[in-house]
């Protein structure tokens, strides 16, 4: 082989994204979230990125990142986390191969994962692992946790692994060749202490018993454990600014009707929530009416000290935003993002705009 091919192969080898296909593709992005590139290249994680074999997927104390791969796994990175994609097909045609196989390493946090097709054809070639436990899928849903010491004391709890099955079953090994079977409903434990076998838990962890989906980071036991059967109410409305008085009025001196709507989700799992608002009609201008401005956002929500911890995502235009707000209450996130700027000024028909317009959200304890 000539010098020049020679130098074409290992550019290919350099840049994975040149010469194979996603493994996966980025779903949702709640807070901070990074890839790293095997060359050592380091992005911020945008939803509809694209991940690679040799991709690390890192999540802040507030983010969570939700991917679907190739073959229509799903797993879902909880904050604090960081995972290694390994192995997997370089592409759609691959991953219908007998042969296809996928390992996917959590070097610390939490994921949750669902096989897809090659899990559910081939389950012995889909490979879980973390610093001192392999997870061979028999075709299954489970939650998986790694704490190394730093975490685990922050959690009160032994450093190791935890693993919890929802459907199916798997087989966990540790270095030791130590094997496991563990069932649906089942949650079991490996410690870092060198002899000390693996053992199932007679009963699931907190931070093992979360909602489906991206959540929150986890806080202390009694809280978290609660969580998980908590539904809440998230609302989206658009409205006038009604701040020191001013106000937008229609060319009759009404004020703009606000828009709102609403959805029920589980705490920690994002709600996406969909508007649309512009000025009312001006029957004395001659231009054409100004087109509505629509603002879609995806809001996850998390319960602490009887407030709302919020994280919103605008789904078109890809801001972000972190708060702490009461619960029952409309509260004004204009202006604090990529959405609506918020005006505060008194606007007639003539010349009002979408943009004036406040974007407020609200959090309700559900049922």
Request: charged content about 20%.
């Amino acid at each position: 082989m000539g010098r020049g091919r020679l130098w074409i192969l290992g550019l290919l080898l350099a840049l994975p994204g040149l010469a194979w296909a996603a493994a996966g593709t980025v779903q949702v992005v709640l807070g901070q979230a990074r890839i790293i590139q095997s060359t050592g290249q380091e992005r911020a994680a945008i939803k509809g990125d694209q991940v690679y074999t040799g991709d690390t997927i890192t999540t802040g104390a507030s983010g969570q990142v939700q991917l679907r791969m190739i073959d229509d796994a799903r797993m879902w990175v909880r904050p604090n986390s960081r995972l290694l994609i390994e192995q997997y097909p370089a592409d759609a045609a691959a991953a219908q191969e007998p042969r296809a196989q996928t390992a996917t390493r959590l070097i610390e946090g939490g994921l949750r994962a669902a096989t897809g097709a090659i899990g559910q054809r081939s389950p012995d070639k889909v490979r879980l692992s973390t610093p001192n436990a392999v997870i061979g899928i028999r075709g299954t849903e489970l939650e998986l946790v790694f704490f190394p010491d730093r975490l685990a004391e922050a959690l009160q709890t032994p450093a190791g692994t935890y693993h919890r099955v929802y459907e199916g079953r798997t087989r966990l090994t540790t270095p030791g060749s130590v094997a496991l079977d563990v069932l649906a409903g089942q949650a079991v434990f490996v410690s870092l202490k060198p002899g000390e076998a693996p053992r199932v838990l007679p009963q699931i962890p907190p931070f093992l018993n979360l909602p489906d989906g991206p959540v929150g980071n986890p806080p202390a036991r009694e809280a978290t454990q609660a969580a998980a059967a908590r539904s809440l109410k998230i609302g989206l409305r658009m409205a006038s600014p009604t701040a020191d008085g001013a106000v937008v009025v229609s060319s009759a001196g009404a004020p703009v009707e606000p828009v709102q709507t609403s959805a029920m989700a589980r705490e920690g799992e994002p709600a996406r929530l969909s508007l649309s608002y512009a000025p009312p009609p001006n029957s004395r201008q001659r231009r054409a009416p100004e087109p509505p401005v629509t603002l879609t956002l995806d809001i996850s929500v998390k319960l602490q000290d009887g407030q709302a911890q919020v994280q919103v995502q605008d789904a078109l235009r890809g801001g972000s935003l972190s708060l702490t707000m009461p619960l029952g209450t409309w509260t004004d996130i204009s202006g604090r993002a990529s959405w609506l700027s918020g005006g505060r000024q008194t606007i007639a028909s003539s010349s009002a705009r979408a943009e004036s317009a406040q974007v407020l959200i609200r959090v309700d304890a559900g049922p």
